[in-house]
């Protein structure tokens, strides 16, 4: 194909992923709205007027980051476990296996699909927030940098779920097993400078403490880590995920008999 | 002139260790109308998917218009267009929708897409229905916007496995008609049918497929031709207690009571009536027992099944 002709397959996908969750948006856009609202005016207006400062900001500013972030993980993620797994279901992923789209244009283009609605998501969430708090800019390339990795990741994960998925069930036990343990114990509510020596040693092996905490730089200006160290941990990560979908999209495996 | 189709060694062993194919040898011209048939669980699925990269082969070659699809996938798939046998859109999305998404998985512009979809939707009734989801199609106007989506992009072969199925009758011949039309337009097509009066109206070259291998490839004509024997179906004035002793031509009767007479080719009919004036049977109807092609067809598949058991039993 030519590299017109691959860049139609490719927004092809994306715009027929852009569709599918505007169209159910009742179960995709407005749950993590409403969800988020709530975080803001329970730990942020009312717990968070009775803890004072956290990381040397009113606990409001400090969560705010945290809960975008989130918000675009979980979205990202969902978008491309959902809808990869249901066209495998419905079998209309055969739509696209008699095509000529290469593998790696498939998984482009569902991967930015996943990272349309994780960032839209993330947007709405910002959005929302400012209904409660001023947010401040510290470090803009840092922080842009940093959700669109994270959220790239991400669906890329939704992605292997995908394949690997043989029943509905299968694609809610990593969002509802791990992924939001991890993100609730990757500092989105602390600072893990509170945690006890050994649980910070623990937390660190979080990887979504780095994502949260490179998010968190990028606004305020503090983390507990070095957000370089986290870009560079988030790329690590997106090129082994990339790898494995594409080997596991060249063997067929779960689509082709 | 190159072949629209070569298969070559053509083996397919599933998952769980079934052989679904033993050996698969086709060859389909350019311009052929083409009918592949054979009962349940024959392998014609699985040979299609193979074709249309929905099934892993175990081995063999598959060509494409000369592009084999171990080396020149892409090219293969461009001249390709699928009607596969199981509904495979997202039941959720627009008619419109799933023709010209379609048509963007070929790299084909949204334009050029929509005024494709436009065209086939139209020319097979489907253009009112454009905004519809397809879960809320019927069974009939599912299979024709499956036939749409595989000609969006204009392919010069197209494989249709069983696009009949469930089909009535008059949706049938209008399908019959528009895939006729297409042949003569150029487009070399290939389908599975359980309906041997579709291949019989339909298809130049028929291989029939059994058990994972193909017991015959030929022309229809030859094939017709081969048939030496028919049965008829006589309806007596006067219901029979036994079948009467026609010389020379072996008699039954049915579960009905009709009479069933079988007569080699060549053999003509007016002896069958002298016979039968002989005894005084009147006979009141008669007819041909059932389609040609079915009768031949039922006869191969029945020895080819005797066949596999002596194997069974010589091995034993
Ligand atoms: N995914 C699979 N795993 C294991 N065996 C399979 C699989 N798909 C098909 N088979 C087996 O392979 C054989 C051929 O199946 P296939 O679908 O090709 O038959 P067919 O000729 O298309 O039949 P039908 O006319 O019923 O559609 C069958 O015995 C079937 O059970
Ligand atoms: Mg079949």
Known sequence: ?????????????????????TRIWAQTLLPPAVTMTLYFIIFG?????????????????????????????TSSYANVVSSFFSMKFQRSIEELLVSPVPNWVILAGYVTGGM??????????????????????????????????????????????????????????????????????????YSIDLLPGFWQGVSMANPILYMVNGFRYGILGVSDVNPFVSLGMILVFISVLAFIALRMLERGKGIRH | ?????????LTK??????????????????????ALLGP???????????????????????????????????????????VPQEFNFNQFEKVFDIVTTQAGYYGIPLKQASASAEKYLKKLGLWEKRDTPARMLSGG???RLMIARALVHEPKLLILDEPTAGVDI??????????????????????????????????RNIAIIDHGKILKNTSKKALLQQLSLETFVLDTEKTLDAAPELNGFPTRLDGEGALEVEVQKGQGLNQVFVELERLGIKVVSMRTKANRLEELFIRMVEENAAESTQTVEGAA
């Open chain 1, 1 to 21: 194909m030519t590299p017109q002709a691959l860049f139609t397959a490719f927004s092809t996908i994306v715009v027929r992923e852009i569709r599918r969750f």
């Open chain 1, 45 to 73: 207006n009312l717990i968070g007027s009775r803890i004072g400062e956290m990381g040397g900001f009113e606990y409001m500013s400090f969560i705010v980051p945290g809960l975008i972030m989130m918000s675009v993980i």
């Open chain 1, 116 to 189: 349309a609605r994780g960032l839209g998501i993330g947007l709405i969430v910002t959005l929302l927030s400012l209904a409660f708090t001023r947010l401040s800019i510290h470090n803009l390339p840092m922080m842009v940098l940093t959700v669109f990795l994270t959220s790239a990741l991400f669906a890329l994960g939704g992605f292997i779920n995908a394949m690997l998925a043989t029943k509905f069930d299968d694609i809610s036990i990593v969002p509802t097993f791990v992924l939001t343990p991890l993100t609730y114990l990757g500092g989105v509510f």
């Open chain 2, 1 to 9: 002139m190159t072949n629209a189709l070569e298969i070559e060694g």
């Open chain 2, 13 to 34: 062993t599933y998952g769980d260790g079934f052989k679904a194919l033993k050996g698969i040898d086709l060859h389909v011209a350019e311009g052929d109308f083409f």
């Open chain 2, 40 to 82: 349940n669980g024959a392998g014609k699925s699985t040979t299609l998917g193979i074709v249309c990269s929905l099934v892993n082969k175990t081995a063999g070659k598959v060509r494409v218009f000369g592009y084999d699809t171990d080396t020149h996938l892409s090219d293969a798939k461009l001249n390709l267009g699928v």
């Open chain 2, 141 to 143: 106007m599912k299979r």
């Open chain 2, 170 to 203: 008059e949706l049938r011949r209008s399908m019959w008609t528009f895939l006729e039309e297409m042949n003569r337009q150029g487009t070399t097509i290939i389908l599975t049918t359980h309906y041997l009066e579709e291949a019989e109206a339909l298809c």
